[in-house]
Structure formats: structure tokens, C-alpha cells
């Protein structure tokens, strides 16, 4: 796969990548909309799609009020959260990293669960609370590993960690102390949960997403020289705590945003990344859009898997991403052994 | 010919205490200048401080004879390339796109390498004699074959000073003349000027033209190895006895490290 890099990432691969996955990926869109526990056939939703014939008046419902919203916010969840998987992985530089090791899923957590707890709706109260919750964690973990201006990796992979710990306890506390219903969308929104998809979720995350994913890409050659090593970096010209602060804040703020409606989907931000970069290598030119749009290819999957398969009944996404991408990584882990890790 | 680089009173502190105080030195044209010194003697805070990483608070430094403060960074990067101890890529990046990095200070808004800078990353790579590495992982390399990709990164920045930090230290000792052979050869052709630190004293004596001697921050000798190295300088300077003599061949200072024991082997008990 990667035969012709002895010229190097150019703009044409890129491009070239970018377009097969875009198209990967409106495939699965199409094929996710057919699927569901009420039958419309692909042809119907091709002719629809590209202006040839009309739904009936159910299907179009079916179509358009329930499955795109809920199809199109699992892409850009999956997208963010991949894209904040190989950001974090890269500045951290560590393979482990992913959106969550800042402690944000644990603070955004606590928020939604205490939206739950006191009854708040799950259109405005919980998303809103949890937003808040991760916010405040993200700016939590900053502050207390920021030394003289500089974050420092290993002090804020330390805090997240310990964040994150102390966050789990209030959510267990929570959960110990409910046992009604709500326990039910607790749990569900722990494991992700994008049933309750709304195009206004959409209009409200995605000019945010558009707009940091273009400053990252910006970056992009900043984070290959930053991977191997931030004095080499610094000493070709990197502004390496500019390029931290402002990678850190921006993939925190989306990925609150759109936990915040989801609730907590785990490993698409940790495999996609990895898979991609075994496929494509680690530039993170071409690394960074494949990874994103992978992202949002992998969990619309998993979701159309959450929804469709003990139908009528649903299962949390993150159950899906983390029972299908767990064995899935181990497997290519041994098949790579340590040649894509190793230090 | 005027120097490539000119240190006047160059003092620099991290927190309250100084650790360089007053370095006076220049660097000559396609020449290669030995740094040693003690550990924490100011060698790495020093390339720090040429590199424009760090900023002085007191002093000058002309880099081709205009204030270093008035370069700005990518400016410095394309004329001052910096080779570390060691460099650990977390990701498996292959050697080429290593080497092409160089090519970041001269990349413009638009954030791709064109024909030219494939040209002069495969014109770097021929010289380092890393060119059959190309596709291999980074991370795979040897010690010695890591360190030449590394040159080879610093000749892609078109750089006409290199700062080599102790690139030596983790060879063994074939390794540790071809990187030496390498340098020697690249200034050469190259045109290009050295600042090499080294702990490898009597290997560096033989390929420097000079040697600058650090003590506490301070520059305690300049000058031609012979001149630098002698066993009295190095006994001060170090708190160590030594032996200098002659390298039989090259007839440059070589240094014996004596043991504090005295004289004689120790009987095994």
C-alpha cells in the first residue's frame, strides 16, 4: 500500500485518498439508510438520493426524519473522534493516547448523568450539562499541568488519568445511589447512545468540527516533526505550545460537543487512527483526513450494527465499536507485531 | 574571510544561576570546531543557544554577521541545522519522509514537498549513503545508520552551519568513525561549517581543527587540538588524571584516562 512514498506525500494522493473514502463512505450511508427494522429497498434510496422518483410518504419519514440524522451525526462523531485520536496520539506521542485520556469523557459524564438524575430532557438539559462538564474537565486538566506557559506530555497524560479516576468515582456514586429508569439512560449514555438524533445537533457541531479540522490540518506537517521529537521541532521553526494549546483546546471542544450528544463511544478514537496509519503510513498529511473520514465510515457502521442487530430491541454503540474493534486490533497487533509502535 | 558565526560575552542562565558566562568564539568557514567539556559544562544549553532556541539575555551573536535576534525562526533553521543525540520517531515514518522533513523551513502556506525538494532530499541522502534505506522504518535502523539519516535531514535544510550534539555516544567504535569520516568529507565538499560536541576526545582531536575547551560556562581554551589538549587542561578541567601523548599516525593529542587507583592491575580476590 505504501509503494510510492520515496516521493513523498504529495497533494494528489491525498486528494486521490481523500475521494476513495468519501466515496467508502457514502456507500455506507446508503447502505445504513436501507437498513432497519422497516424494509426500503437500496434502489428506492438511490433513485431518492439522486432526485429520480419520490419515497412514499412512510418511507420518506423513515428515511429522512429517523435514520439520515441519526447516520449522518454518528459520521461526524466518529469523524471527531478520530481526528482527535491521531492529533492526541501525535502530540502526546504516545500510541496509547485517544480524545478521552484528558479525562473529558469522565467530566462530560458527570455532567449528563447529574442531567439525568435531576430529570433534565435529553434535547437540551443533558447535552448542555455534559458540554459544560467536559469543558470544565478539559480546563481542569490544562491548568494543573501547565507550567510557565508549556504543557509538558507526560504531566498531562498523569492528570488526565487522575481526573478521570476521581470523575469515575462521582459517576459510580450516581449510579449506586439511582435505581429507577433512569438507571437505564445512564448506562446507555456511558456506551453511547445516538438514538436521539436531531438535525439541530447537526447544525450546531458541524460548522465547529468544519472549522477546527481546517486549523489541524493546518498543522499537520507541524505534528510529523513534533512526533520526532519537540526540540527538533522547535528547532525548525515549529511554534510547538502554540500548536499544543490550540490542537489540545479545538479537539477538546468538539469532541465535548458531539460526546454531548452521543454520550461516550470508546475505541474508534484509538483503531481508527492506528488502522489507518498502517494503511497509509504516519504522515500526518494524508493521515489526518483518511483518519477522520475512516472515523466517520467505522462508527456509522458500528451504529447501523447497534440499531438493526437484536431489532426491535437496541444495543449501546460502544458495546458494538469496542466488541468488534478489540478482538479486530488485536488481531492486526499480531499480524504487525511491534513494526507501527515501537520506539 | 569573515566567519560564519561570531559569539561576543554570550551569557545565558535557565533560573538564578548562571551556566554560561562570557563565551567569546567564532566559527570559520568549512570548518569543523570541537566542543567537550564536563557534563553540565554548557556544550548542550551552548547549540541551544546558536540554534536561536534559547534567547540570551546578555551578549551577541552574528550569524554571518547580522544579529541572531534579528533572524526569524524558519530563517535560522534554513541556515543553522541541528542533528541530536538520538531522535525517537513513535511512529514507524520511513527514511525518506525523516529526511524530507528537512524541507519544513522552506516550505511556504502550501504544505507539500515539490520535485525540487525530492531533489535535494535524494542529493542529501547520496551523501550520507542512506539512499538504499529509503523506505525502511526509522525505527529499525541502526545506531550508525540512524545518525546519517539524521545528517542527511540537516544537509536537507540546506543549512551551511550543522550542530552535531553528541552523535556519536550510542556507536560503537566503527560507527563512531564513519560518522566521523562523514562529517569531515561533507565539510569538505559541502563547504559547510561544524560545531560537534563529543566526549570522544582523542577520536574528535583527530578530525577538529580546533577545539573548545568548556569549564563552568566558561571558555578555559581555544585553539588547535595539540593546544587544547594537553594533560594539564584536561585534568583541571575534567577533576581526572590523564595521560596525553601522541597518536602515533595522525600525531594528534590522545588521551589515557588513569585510574585513581594508582598503577597496576587489581588482583581478582
Known amino acids: 500500500m505504501r509503494g510510492s512514498e520515496d516521493q513523498g506525500i504529495t497533494l494528489v494522493k491525498v486528494i486521490v485518498t481523500g475521494l476513495i473514502l468519501l466515496g467508502i463512505l457514502i456507500i455506507i450511508i446508503l447502505i445504513s439508510l436501507s437498513l432497519g427494522p422497516a424494509k426500503v429497498s437500496l434502489r428506492d434510496i438511490l433513485a431518492w438520493s439522486i432526485g429520480h422518483g419520490a419515497l412514499d410518504q412512510q418511507a420518506w419519514m423513515i428515511i429522512y426524519k429517523i435514520r439520515l440524522p441519526r447516520i449522518l451525526l454518528a459520521g461526524l462523531v466518529g469523524f471527531s473522534l478520530s481526528l482527535g485520536g491521531v492529533v492526541f496520539q501525535a502530540l502526546l506521542r504516545n500510541p496509547l493516547a485517544e480524545p478521552f485520556i484528558l479525562g473529558i469523557s469522565s467530566g462530560a459524564a458527570v455532567g449528563a448523568i447529574i442531567g439525568i438524575v435531576f430529570g433534565f430532557g435529553f434535547h437540551l438539559g443533558v447535552p448542555l450539562l455534559s458540554f459544560m462538564g467536559a469543558l470544565f474537565t478539559v480546563l481542569l486538566v490544562i491548568s494543573i499541568s501547565s507550567r510557565q506557559g508549556g504543557l509538558e506530555s507526560a504531566t ?21 445511589t439511582t435505581s429507577d429508569s433512569r438507571l437505564h439512560s445512564m448506562l446507555f449514555w456511558l456506551y453511547g447512545d445516538l438514538s ?20 489541524i490540518y493546518f498543522f499537520s506537517r507541524h505534528l510529523n516533526l513534533i512526533v520526532g521529537g519537540e526540540d527538533t521541532a522547535l528547532q525548525m521553526g515549529v511554534e510547538v505550545e502554540l500548536v499544543k494549546w490550540v490542537s489540545f483546546l479545538g479537539i477538546s471542544l468538539i469532541t465535548g460537543v458531539v460526546i454531548s450528544f452521543s454520550g461516550i463511544i470508546g475505541f474508534v478514537g484509538l483503531i481508527v487512527p492506528h488502522l489507518m496509519r498502517m494503511l ?27 440499531r438493526t442487530i437484536i431489532s426491535p430491541s437496541e444495543l449501546p454503540v460502544g458495546v458494538v465499536t469496542a466488541f468488534l474493534g478489540a478482538p479486530f486490533f488485536i488481531y492486526l497487533l499480531k499480524q504487525r507485531g511491534s513494526k507501527w509502535t515501537q520506539s | 574571510m569573515d566567519p560564519e558565526l561570531i559569539l561576543r560575552g554570550v551569557f545565558f542562565r535557565y533560573e538564578q544561576q548562571w551556566c554560561l558566562r562570557g563565551i567569546d568564539f567564532e566559527l570559520r568557514k ?34 554571518r554577521n547580522k544579529p541572531l535576534s534579528t533572524y526569524k525562526r524558519g530563517d535560522i533553521a534554513r541556515q543553522i541545522a541541528m542533528v541530536p543525540q538520538e531522535s525517537t520517531f513513535r511512529f514507524p515514518f520511513s527514511v525518506f519522509e525523516v529526511v524530507i522533513m528537512g524541507r519544513f523551513p522552506h516550505l511556504g502556506l502550501f504544505p507539500f514537498e515539490g520535485e525540487e525538494d525530492v531533489k535535494i532530499a535524494r542529493q542529501s541522502m547520496r551523501l550520507t549513503h542512506t539512499l538504499d534505506l529509503a523506505k525502511r522504518s526509522i525505527n529499525e535502523l541502526s545506531g550508525g545508520e540512524k545518525q546519517r539519516v539524521l545528517i542527511a535531514r540537516a544537509l536537507t535544510q540546506t543549512a551551511h552551519i550543522i550542530l552535531l550534539d553528541e552523535p556519536t555516544s550510542f556507536l560503537d567504535i566503527r560507527h563512531k568513525v564513519e560518522i566521523f569520516d562523514l562529517i569531515s568529507s561533507l565539510t569538505l565538499t559541502q563547504g559547510l561549517s561544524v560545531i560537534i560536541v563529543s566526549h570522544d576526545i582523542s577520536l574528535a582531536a583527530q578530525y577538529c581543527h580546533r577545539m573548545l575547551l568548556l569549564d563552568k560556562g566558561g571558555v578555559y581554551k581555544i585553539g588547535e587540538p595539540a593546544e587544547v589538549i594537553t594533560a594539564d587542561t584536561i585534568s583541571t578541567v575534567y577533576e581526572c588524571p590523564v595521560l596525553v601523548d601522541k597518536n602515533p599516525i595522525s600525531k594528534t593529542p590522545r588521551l589515557t584516562v588513569l585510574s585513581r587507583r594508582g598503577e597496576g592491575k587489581r588482583e581478582m580476590i
Open chain 2, 30 to 63: 568549512g570548518e569543523i570546531l570541537g566542543l567537550i567539556g564536563p557534563n553540565g559544562s554548557g556544550k548542550s544549553t551552548l547549540l541551544r543557544i546558536i540554534d536561536g532556541v534559547l534567547k540570551i539575555p546578555k551578549g551577541e551573536i552574528l550569524l
Open chain 1, 196 to 215: 436521539q438524533s436531531k438535525y439541530i445537533q447537526l447544525s450546531v457541531s458541524l460548522p465547529l468540527i468544519l472549522i477546527v479540522s481546517g486549523i
Open chain 1, 156 to 176: 498531562l497524560l498523569l492528570t488526565g488519568v487522575i481526573v478521570n479516576a476521581f470523575f469515575t468515582a462521582v459517576i459510580m456514586f450516581f449510579i449506586a
Open chain 1, 280 to 306: 497509509l503510513g504516519p504522515d500526518h498529511r494524508l493521515l489526518i483526513p483518511a483518519s477522520a473520514i475512516g472515523g466517520a465510515c467505522f462508527l456509522i457502521a458500528a451504529d447501523t450494527l447497534a
